[in-house]
């Protein structure tokens, strides 16, 4: 399977290494604009490097790409390779407009093409956990959630690469709070409205640092907490804490905790009370191993669906183009004037200042 | 090589298995004389070998034993380079190339400055990777470092790309200019180990997840078991508890019955449990109390 990898940033980078190691896949071609990257590409590892990316899908024989490039692109460049017949992982978020998403979605369906997104939690062992205790109906009906994500990513004003550009998919919502509320659409379905949605910014001029918010769900509703500002965490954690009528789940990337009552429905091997599964038991072991188990697992996903090995219902552009939709809605929710409890105080030009 | 080896994880809030117990070590250690107790709690129970991330921190860990050359006189510094988070934030906040530039000027004068700048400049890999070596190494100069890894990190990286070449630039240079054994850290040992006998680098130090319960040894234990069996290679385990999933009785007497395993890596946050740990591996290796502390 000869798949192209564009965008070699550094997470570019780490998805270049982990799936040229699944087995059967030939990296055919790599691409980024940045000169230096390509030339210690081409002279450590022979690859293929193209500086165009129109260039190299007219050139090069493909079966598959894989788009690691800032945000903003990711549209133009899955709707070039899908116009080629090509199936396609793209990083997250889809793109950064509904619309956007929704029309690659129908030529991604309409062709027939393998189309899977980023959101690396859905193969992190605990987290599928969550997702099948609430598949089993271990507690009952939920009606709250809560998912977190906190991160030590920008900690000071400085930045100067397209993450602190808002126009260009940068801040902590398209960044990070994407991650958790992926996983709420995931556990949760459809939103059906967001609520008291504040974007603050700590460090950033141009976005926000922290996101908070409400979604509300057919049945149930959340509350999403992400902060990327946030020094006292080593790397990124998620977190997520599920309410039900006969339970309560907490899962990171660690753990899983489960507290039932005695009328959970409960699947094989868990009881009524605590419940602990640790990552080691949830995680089988990955082929390759780079940054987590998750990364080789969305790509295995990825190839055995291009195969045809399996249904390629994981991480579909339509189950992200959701987030893209509550993203935007969050967004717009956040820009809605909101009525002060206290009334602003007028500010008063004086010499000794504010 | 030490017969057993202590680790940094507990210092820095690393735990596979728990968020909460990670936090709990990350403030109980967030003070570097915390840290320098169980240090020399692991010296006074025989332990001698100290394997740590270039963290900053360990820079002033590093600093200490600087200081009392008596007190450490047996002690020694097997550092596992880079520190990745380092680097990964500095790429989020400046991108690739700014990130680079700036480790690469560092200290040491004009000559070295201009060493990296200039390989910079060239794209130069050579020049880039040992200068970037010189600049991890700085914080440990008169210290004792018979070994020097690659982290696990850049080394499955490099091993993903295919950029082998790095190994053998990273072996060379270590040899020479430090006269240490170079050490590779990896999630991926039966890929490796392949790559480095094809480049020639024979009898390699190869340090990775060795443990019952196959947790993070990529390819599957039986993949594993085959190259205990069939490399050439001093290998040494680490993470054998499994982040605690394995009792310790248990994990010990399952990795000391595996062939070929020169060196144990354990992590401890009391004496009580080194000592434990200690006791546990002279038991199942059949050694000696003069046995563990020495070398091989």
């Given at each position: ?21 699944v ?9 980024d ?33 894989v ?44 062709r027939?093409l ?38 030590p ?30 996983l ?20 950033s ?20 907490a ?18 039900g009528?006969t ?39 990955a ?68 | ?10 210092f ?6 728990s ?16 840290v ?22 360990i ?8 200081a ?50 200039l ?43 295919g950029?082998?070449?790095?190994f ?7 040899r ?51 190259a ?62 003069a ?6």
């Amino acid at each position: 399977m000869r798949i192209a990898v564009v965008g070699l940033g550094k997470m570019g980078l780490a998805h270049l290494a982990q799936i040229r190691m699944v087995e059967g896949v030939e990296v055919a071609a790599v691409c980024d604009s940045a000169a230096f990257m390509l030339g210690l590409l081409r002279g450590q590892t022979g690859l293929h490097v193209c500086s165009d990316y129109r260039a190299m899908l007219d050139t090069v024989a493909l079966d598959a790409v894989v788009i690691v490039t800032p945000s903003k692109s990711h549209v133009a460049m899955a709707r070039a390779a899908l116009e080629r017949g090509l199936h396609i992982f793209c990083e997250k978020p889809l793109t950064l407009s509904p619309q956007d998403s929704a029309m690659l979605c129908e030529i991604a369906a309409a062709r027939g093409l393998v189309n899977q997104v980023g959101y690396h939690h859905r193969f992190m062992g605990t987290f599928r956990e969550v997702k099948r205790l609430l598949d089993a109906g271990a507690i009952g009906t939920v009606s709250h959630a809560s998912a977190e994500a906190y991160g030590p990513v920008v900690l000071r004003p400085a930045g100067g690469t397209w993450r602190s550009r808002r126009e260009e998919g940068g801040g902590c919502l398209y960044d990070y709070a994407a991650h958790p509320i992926n996983l709420l659409n995931w556990y949760m379905g459809r939103t059906t409205a967001v609520g008291g949605t504040a974007l603050n910014r700590i460090f950033s001029a141009d976005t926000e640092d922290e996101v908070h918010g409400t979604l509300f769900f057919e049945h149930g509703t959340a509350r999403v907490a992400v902060n990327w500002s946030d020094e006292s965490q080593r790397k990124m954690c998620t977190r997520v804490t599920i309410w039900g009528s006969t339970g309560r789940i907490y899962a990171d990337r660690q753990e899983v905790q489960l507290f039932a009552r005695s009328d959970a429905r409960l699947p094989q091997g868990y009881h009524v009370g605590w419940n602990t599964r640790y990552t080691t038991e949830l995680t089988p072991a990955a082929e390759f191993y780079i940054r987590g188990e998750e990364y080789a697992a969305q790509f295995e996903h990825f190839v055995s669906a291009i195969r045809g090995e399996r249904a390629a219902a994981e991480n579909d552009f339509a189950s992200a183009a959701e987030t893209d939709r509550v993203l935007a809605l969050l967004r717009a929710d956040a820009e809605e004037p909101r009525a002060a409890a206290v009334p602003a105080r007028r500010r008063r030009l004086s010499i000794f200042g504010r | 090589m030490e017969r057993l080896i202590f680790g940094d994880n507990q210092f820095f809030g690393i735990n596979h298995m728990s968020e909460e117990k990670a936090r709990a070590q990350a403030i109980r250690f967030q003070s570097d004389a915390a840290v320098i107790a169980v240090l020399d709690a692991a010296l006074e129970e025989g332990v001698h070998a100290f394997t740590c991330t270039t963290h900053d921190r360990i820079a002033r860990i590093a600093d200490h034993v600087r200081a009392h050359p008596e007190r450490y006189r047996d002690f020694h510094f097997y550092p596992g380079m880079p520190y990745a988070h380092k680097y990964a934030n500095a790429v989020t906040e400046d991108g690739m190339l700014s990130a680079l530039g700036r480790f690469m000027p560092g200290e040491g004068g004009v000559a070295r400055l201009m060493r990296g700048g200039l390989s910079l400049a060239r794209g130069d890999v050579e020049g880039i990777a040992t200068f970037l070596v010189d600049a991890e190494m700085a914080m440990f100069a008169g210290l004792s470092t018979p070994v020097i890894f690659l982290q696990n990190v850049l080394v499955d990286l490099l091993l993903g790309l295919g950029a082998h070449d790095a190994f053998r630039i990273f072996d060379a240079h270590v040899r020479t200019r430090y006269g240490a054994e170079p050490g590779y850290m990896t999630m991926n040992l039966p890929h490796l180990l392949p790559v480095l006998e094809r480049l020639g680098i024979d009898k390699p130090i190869v340090c990775s997840n060795i443990n019952k319960r196959g947790f993070r040894m990529s390819g599957g234990i039986e993949a594993y078991a085959r190259a205990l069996e069939r490399h050439r290679f001093r290998c040494v385990a680490m993470s054998v508890f499994a982040s605690g999933a394995i009792p310790p009785e248990e994990a010990i007497h399952w990795v000391c019955q595996q062939p070929n395993i020169e060196s144990i890596v354990f992590g401890a946050s009391s004496r009580a449990n080194i000592a434990t740990t200690r006791a546990l591996v002279a038991r199942h290796w059949a050694l000696d109390e003069a046995e563990v502390a020495t070398a091989v």
